[in-house]
């Protein structure tokens, strides 16, 4: 065999294996892609596993180094599954039995101004441009019990039903991705030692060490996240909690709990303690309703301009506007998720551009100066 036969061949073998790479890369798109259309009503129950999962992980391997795996290593994983789903099922189980009761209590009130009209507040007549006119359509509608029957009358039932129809369909929804985030969870606790390696050897075959960087900055943004969102909206909540208790506001722990929540998407807490506030304004408390309202705009500066921002942009190094544009974003984008989701992604898109900028500094860096003989002549050999 010549020389001439020898390189056609290899450069043959060269141009197969060049195809058969596109071919692969071709087939594993697709699969993927596949795998992802098949799995689309369960991707939110993967992505919260892997949330949780993340979040909880430096807990989860204290507990593994005190207590080693032995035999088929089901009771850890299965221990903070368990406690994973009593974190979310207490507080939901607290909430319904309050809302029970809320709920007999409004029937009862909705069934005596049936029959007797609801009387005019007090407070209503005060209020500005508005007052007169508020009090009037009140006696015609509501303090009178013919008008407040008429009223009810003209509400849609047909829409109603569809609605409650339609809150079922939801529930049964966020029950089965429940369970499922339950299952997956476990599984991420078992094998996550296994499942991180894996994606790690991924990573740096695909990216090289970039590519871990860009992991280790979405993980940090999650766990910050918590932090961030999660924990300090829970302090939030206890805060509140205290003030609605010593402000007399009936059923404080229910409206603590809602505080919490709310706290943990940005521009919502106000929402909750004003509604407090306009609570206790009806029922005649000024200065406590005032007081509410002013105490919760201080905790609320306080947690968004100085606790959240230190939590979560210090554990990414991430500035504050691109936090909240993530979350905010995130929330628009991916509803719930987007709370962990949308900072995670602002993270991973700010390392990769200050690895950008970083590399073309250092380029300039080592070119030499525009005026410099040396570039002058390249740019002239370079020029038509």
């Known amino acids: 065999m010549t020389s001439d036969e020898a390189a056609g061949q290899e450069a043959a073998r060269a141009e197969t294996w060049r195809f058969q790479g596109r071919a692969r890369l071709a087939l594993a798109i697709i699969l993927v892609l596949l795998g992802l259309w098949t799995l689309k009503a369960f991707l939110p129950a993967l992505v919260w596993a892997a949330i949780l999962a993340i979040a909880t992980w430096p807990l989860y391997r204290r507990a593994r180094a005190r207590w080693p795996a032995r035999g088929h290593d089901i009771a850890l994983p299965a221990l903070f599954t368990a406690a994973a789903a009593l974190l979310v099922l207490i507080p939901l189980g607290i909430a319904g039995v309050e809302l029970a009761r809320e709920a007999r209590v409004i029937y009862a009130a909705l069934e005596e101004a049936r029959q007797h009209g609801i009387a005019v507040p007090g407070w209503l007549g005060g209020l500005p441009v508005i007052g007169a006119q508020a009090v009037s359509w009140w006696r015609e509608t509501l303090a009178d019990p013919a008008g407040y029957s008429e009223f009810l009358g003209r509400l849609n039932h047909a829409s109603l039903y569809g609605y409650t129809r339609e809150l079922g369909g939801q529930l049964v929804h966020r029950v089965v991705v429940f369970a499922f985030t339950l299952l997956a969870l476990f599984f991420l606790y078992r094998d996550g030692e296994q499942v991180g390696a894996q994606m790690l050897a991924a990573s740096h075959r695909a990216f090289g060490p970039h590519g871990e960087r860009i992991g280790r900055q979405a993980i ?14 829970l302090g939030e909540g206890v805060l509140m909690w205290l003030a609605y208790l010593m ?33 206790l304004l009806a029922a005649g408390s000024v200065t406590a ?44 984008t991916w509803g719930l998720l987007g709370l962990f989701l949308g900072p995670a992604i602002m993270a991973a898109l700010v390392l990769l551009w200050r690895d950008w900028t970083s590399r073309a500094e250092a380029l300039e860096a080592a070119e030499p100066a525009d005026d410099s003989p040396l570039l002058v002549g390249d740019r002239l050999h370079r020029e038509p």
């Open 289 to 332: 309703a005032v007081a509410v309202v002013a105490f919760g705009f201080a905790v609320v500066f306080v947690a968004d301009h100085f606790i959240r921002p230190a939590l979560i942009g210090g554990a990414t190094k991430l500035p504050f506007l691109w936090v909240l544009l993530g979350i905010l974003g995130g929330v628009e």
């Open 220 to 233: 940090a943004s999650v766990h910050g996240t918590v932090d961030g969102l999660v924990l300090v909206g």
């Open 247 to 279: 402000a007399g506001v009936p059923h404080p722990a229910l409206f603590g709990a809602a505080t919490a929540i709310a706290a943990m998407i940005p521009f919502a807490t106000p929402v909750v303690f004003c509604i407090v506030g306009i609570l």
